[in-house]
């Protein structure tokens, strides 16, 4: 599957103020909750449509309305939470399930601790969600748990990735379509992203 990375102006500048040092918290978190709803225009932008008629106050007329499955967010705990907010703005009726990772301080790779997942998410289009791709377990062990209960249709959502972490998920899970904001130059030796924007979690919450 492709690997998409939104060029939009708008994506990009907002992406710039998120990776500078000096915004805090509050506008950290308003600003990744934009990026993300924007990011969800491309990233939906296959969703099929159906044929619907409706009165307008001037007369009856055919319109389209979203048709075909509907939509889980499954959000990577803890950063992914904040892209649940962004996306279910425009898609309220979204079902919503949560992963919780940690990393591994000695080996670098995941440790799953809670996983709630919608009952009908096999008929669904799901969507995960985690700011950062780094060095991808998060997102192939979240991939790998969604997929355990049917889910077909799989899409990854991102605002920054690692080459490192693009291409595990790519060999993991080769049917999952990326979405990111930006594919960054490399990980460093802790495993963070460069330039990246640093701990995601800990600027959305506030914590160090």
């Given amino acids: 599957m492709p690997l998409t990375v ?71 705990l803890r950063a992914g939470l904040i892209m649940v907010d962004g996306i279910l703005q425009l898609v309220p009726a979204a079902k919503v399930g949560h992963i919780g990772t940690y990393r591994d301080p000695q080996s670098k790779e995941p440790v799953r601790y809670y996983a709630k997942l919608p009952a009908d998410i096999h008929e669904r289009r799901v969507f995960v969600l985690d700011p950062m791709l780094a060095t991808g377990g998060s997102a192939v062990d979240a991939i790998a748990e969604v997929k355990k209960f049917g889910a077909t249709q799989i899409k990854l959502l991102n605002i920054i990735a690692a080459p490192e972490g693009v291409a595990r998920v790519e060999r993991e899970h080769p049917d999952v379509e990326i979405v990111v904001a930006a594919l960054d130059s490399h990980l460093n030796d802790h495993a963070y992203i460069v330039p990246g924007l640093g701990d995601a979690g800990d600027r959305i919450y506030g914590t160090k």
């Fill in 6 to 76: 939104i060029n939009h102006p708008l994506v990009q500048h907002k992406l710039a103020l998120v990776r500078d040092e000096r915004t805090g918290s509050k506008d950290f978190r308003e600003l990744i909750t934009e990026v993300t709803m924007l990011m969800a225009f491309e990233a939906m932008r296959d969703l099929e449509l159906e044929d619907v008629q409706i009165k307008t106050p001037v007369e009856t007329a055919t319109v389209k309305m979203l048709s075909g499955k509907k939509l889980a967010l499954v959000a990577i």
